[in-house]
């Protein structure tokens, strides 16, 4: 800094304070109109989503049922003029017209299209403009004709509509070329009678032309405003601006802000004074502590992907650097196992990196759904998973339902590369959990230990002996709110090795395969009938309704099995002492 040049602080302030009041009128000009442009978009792409939804309770269903159900069928070409004059056609054109007509300045298109088998294509059924422009002479390829083909691979938000059929508008402008303005599009499905079945996809255009004008007009007025607060802030610049001390009480500003843990904070007072002397002291101070805290917390983020964070404040510590040997606290969890299904034998197939890469590419794919549902990943066991929810049993089912989904999209890429597919067992327990440190001073672990884990663990296990997807405890459901959000059914009474009491045993079948979830739906009376038989002894009921279970559903692991035990009690008699519990005695 060059001390000879010296510059008056006070013509400084005045210059500043005039500066100020210049930047602040043009930032509140602009923070007004991005609002109002905000408040105006948003407004309509509420006329959009209302227009689009009461269109489609305008439509006349019959009509476009008929020329729906002439493109399932199938159109040959020569029939296309046909059916563009035939009465349910202009039936449902007069509609589109008519509604176009309430916003006629506004409305740029609006059509309806049927989804095609590619999800990338749709076809028009009704397009508003067709008539007018046949009546006109427009040449063929000018006009969306009925069966046109409409590319939609640009179109995601038309795609969504298509696939999951809901009244939905555009999140953003798009601009349109051909009339030089911006335009957004609102979808909503027509449906039928019933209101069950999709007919077609209403889409509307509509432009900001209004929105532009209220926005031109608002512009005129801010460039009066600013104009009066530059005048304003001079005059009050000369006036204060000699009482004034903005650079120090801007340093103030920044001291306490550093002192708030905000590092990145620096003093912008490039200034040959003694203020901008003090700013430039105050930046190499902050500087060198900035450098000292992103260094601090980046040890620390490293030790979060081994400690995780959410461990740590279940102990009610800050950081990893507050935790002790023998830290602890008791509370009640679900606690989630899962494993995947012949690991082995799919291993031995494979290289170690091939290994390594095949457990990080499985684990990274489940643990986002675990923490999405707030669980807390415990550990890794090679490719197990045990997972700790503290908050509702719910999240661990949401959980391995996700795990379970996941799973199912992982398998698609897995066979796209000729991979053997892959299953996993889940198995969740609730029940109260020690958590805390254990170890020696010079290495430690977070973890969790109680019979709930054992236990958790020994029902996965037992999701290979049963076949099912997802089993969880009786204790897990008595902690759920809603049981009849799940699909579920009973699967037995087992005493597993290290228990005295019997567990009762649920499978929660949500995330099966289509097929596998209606076999189960449908054979759920029947299979409910005979659980109640076996358990009270009328085993030639059990087993006649059983065996029409695994008639209906050869794949029902559970059934089989029941059936077995029934037909055993049947044939060698009910053993002494016979509970209908099953007993375990390996860890397997």
């Not at 550990?379 to 089912?397: N, Q, R, S, T, W």
Request: charged share 25%; proline share 3%.
């Amino acid at each position: 800094m060059d001390s000879s040049y010296f510059f008056s602080f006070r013509h400084k302030l005045i210059l500043a304070f005039f500066g100020i009041g210049f930047v602040l009128s043009i930032a509140l000009g602009v923070v007004a109109h991005r609002i109002l442009e905000e408040k105006l978009f948003t407004q309509l792409r509420g006329n959009v989503g209302n227009l689009t939804r009461l269109g489609a309770e305008l439509i006349d269903k019959d009509a476009l049922a008929s020329l729906v159900e002439l493109q399932k069928t199938g159109v040959p070409p020569e029939n296309i003029d046909m059916i563009e004059r035939s009465g349910n056609f202009r039936i449902v054109s007069d509609q589109l017209n008519f509604i176009r007509d309430t916003e006629k300045e506004l409305i740029r298109y609006i059509y309806l299209v049927a989804p095609a088998e590619d999800p990338k294509i749709a076809k028009y059924v009704v397009d508003a403009d067709v008539v007018p422009l046949k009546d006109e002479g427009a040449p063929d390829e000018e006009v969306s004709h009925f069966n046109t083909d409409l590319d939609i691979a640009d179109f995601p938000v038309m795609q969504d509509a298509l696939r999951h059929p809901k009244n939905i508008v555009e999140p953003d402008f798009v601009y349109d070329k051909a009339f030089g303005v911006n335009s957004i599009s609102g979808y909503a499905p027509v449906m039928d009678s019933d209101g069950k079945t999709m007919l077609a996809l209403l889409g509307l255009d509509m432009v900001d032309t209004e929105v532009q004008a209220a926005l031109a007009e608002v512009l005129q007025k801010s460039i009066v405003a600013a104009i009066l607060s530059l005048l304003v802030s001079l005059l009050s610049a000369i006036v204060l601006g000699s009482y004034l001390t903005k650079g120090i009480i801007r340093l103030d500003n920044l001291v306490h802000s550093f002192a708030a843990k905000d590092f990145a904070v620096r003093a912008d007072l490039a200034t040959n004074d003694e203020v901008g002397r003090l700013g430039n002291s105050f930046n190499h101070m902050a500087e060198t502590i900035e450098e000292y805290s992103a260094r601090k917390q980046a040890l620390l983020h490293a030790y979060g992907r081994f400690v995780p964070h959410d461990l740590l404040r279940l102990l009610e510590k800050q950081s990893i650097l507050d935790v002790s040997l023998g830290d602890q606290t008791q509370r009640e969890m679900s606690v989630l196992f899962s494993d995947i299904r012949n690991f082995t034998s799919i291993s031995e197939t494979m290289t170690p990196r091939e290994n390594f890469n095949f457990i990080n590419s499985y684990l990274s794919r489940v643990g986002p759904g675990i923490r999405s549902h707030k669980g807390i990943i415990d550990k890794y066991i090679g490719d197990a998973v045990m997972a700790l929810f503290p908050e509702k049993a719910e999240d661990a089912i949401d959980a391995a339902l996700e795990m379970q989904q996941v799973v199912r999209l992982y398998n698609e890429h897995r066979q796209s590369s000729r991979y053997p597919a892959i299953k996993i067992g889940v198995g969740v327990h609730t029940g109260k959990v020690m958590l805390g440190t254990i170890g020696e001073e010079q290495r430690m672990d977070g973890t969790v230990i109680s019979d709930t884990v054992n236990l958790a663990s020994r029902i996965e296990g037992l999701t290979k002996t049963y076949g099912c997807n997802i089993i969880v405890s009786d204790t897990v459901l008595n902690r759920i709110g809603r049981q009849d959000k799940y699909s579920l059914r009973f699967i037995d009474k087992v005493r597993v090795v290290g228990k005295n009491e019997p567990v009762t045993l649920y499978e929660i079948y949500d995330a099966d395969e289509a097929a596998e979830i209606r076999l189960k739906r449908e054979t759920l009376p029947d299979y409910s009938r005979a659980v109640d038989s076996y358990y009270g002894r009328d085993f030639k009921t059990a087993e006649s309704l059983f065996a029409r279970v695994v008639a209906a559903n050869g794949n029902d692991v559970p059934a089989r099995l029941f059936l077995e035990k029934a037909r055993a009690c049947l044939s060698n008699g009910v053993p002494a002492g016979w509970d209908g519990i099953s007993r375990y005695d390996s860890k397997g």
